[in-house]
């Protein structure tokens, strides 16, 4: 079985030629040998022995086995040239079509890789478009966001200088009404002690036109009177000392209490009063 097997797979490459050989083969020496039966039963009736001989050698079985190897080793080794081609052929076209197909896989990895390049490109150019965007926003919203903080801030100081210039505004109306009142309460509390030294002096019988004597006094807040020196004479001692007795007859001067303590201190801790025959001048 083994064998058998063996020679199907030896005899594989040529089934045909070798299994028409065989029957050829057989076929010869099946009719050799019903030939060579015939010729003994019969040889007395052939006239011709000689035609059995040369048909005989014709048909040598040897000579002919060998023409029809030969012939099938033409044809054997034809059909193995043609194969041979064929294969040659078929490995080319195999060849061929395995390059074109490379071609073709290389052109699809290079259409592939310029598409990958052109969409990494689409990408960061749409990258840096978004950055180049977004950098633009935000100058933009800074820039906006300057503006505000300028305008705030000019606002704030617009706000400021207006507050400054109200308050300056009212320091100054507060200011010039203190002032004012400052001014009245020193009048006011000037006349009154000029009114009150006038009515205690007695002009001495020696004053004439033109004398004048000019008295510094010292007082406290509650009006009362520290000293009165006499610091520039009128030149008659008699009208000097009736212009001190004048202020020490007027003293306490008691309006000065209700002063307040810086009106006090700027204009009376230290007043100076003239005296003259026709009128009583500070």
């Given at each position: ?137 935000q100058q933009a919203n ?30 100054e109306a507060a200011a ?107």
């Amino acid at each position: 079985m083994n064998n058998t097997f063996n020679n199907l797979i030896i005899y594989n490459g040529y089934p045909l030629s070798i299994v028409l050989a065989l029957v050829f083969h057989i076929l010869i020496f099946l009719t050799l040998i019903y030939l060579q039966s015939t010729s003994e039963a019969q040889s007395l009736e052939l006239v011709q022995p000689t035609i059995i001989k040369a048909l005989f050698i014709d048909e040598n079985p040897q000579l002919r086995n060998q023409q029809l190897r030969q012939q099938q080793e033409v044809v054997d080794q034809r059909r193995r040239e043609e194969r041979r081609q064929q294969q040659e052929a078929e490995q080319q076209r195999q060849r061929e079509q395995e390059a074109a197909e490379q071609q073709q896989r290389e052109r699809e990895r290079d259409q592939a890789a310029q598409s990958e390049r052109e969409e990494l490109e689409r990408q960061r150019a749409e990258r840096e478009r978004r950055e180049s965007e977004e950098v633009a926003r935000q100058q933009a919203n800074e820039e906006e966001r300057r503006r505000r903080e300028l305008a705030e801030q000019q606002e704030r100081q617009r706000q400021q200088e207006l507050l400054r210039q109200r308050q300056q505004e009212v320091s100054e109306a507060a200011a010039a009404e203190a002032a004012r009142t400052e001014y009245e309460l020193v009048q006011s509390a000037t006349a009154l002690i000029q009114q009150v030294v006038q009515e205690n002096w007695s002009r001495p019988p020696s004053a004439r036109n033109g004398m004048r004597a000019v008295l510094q006094i010292r007082m406290l807040p509650t009006g009362e009177l520290v000293d009165a020196n006499i610091t520039q004479s009128s030149g008659d001692p008699a009208f000097d000392r009736s212009a001190e007795t004048a202020v020490i007859r007027a003293a306490p001067f008691s309006e000065l209490q209700d002063l307040p303590i810086n009106v006090f201190n700027a204009n009376f801790r230290s007043l100076s009063l003239i005296f003259e025959p026709e009128d009583l001048l500070n």
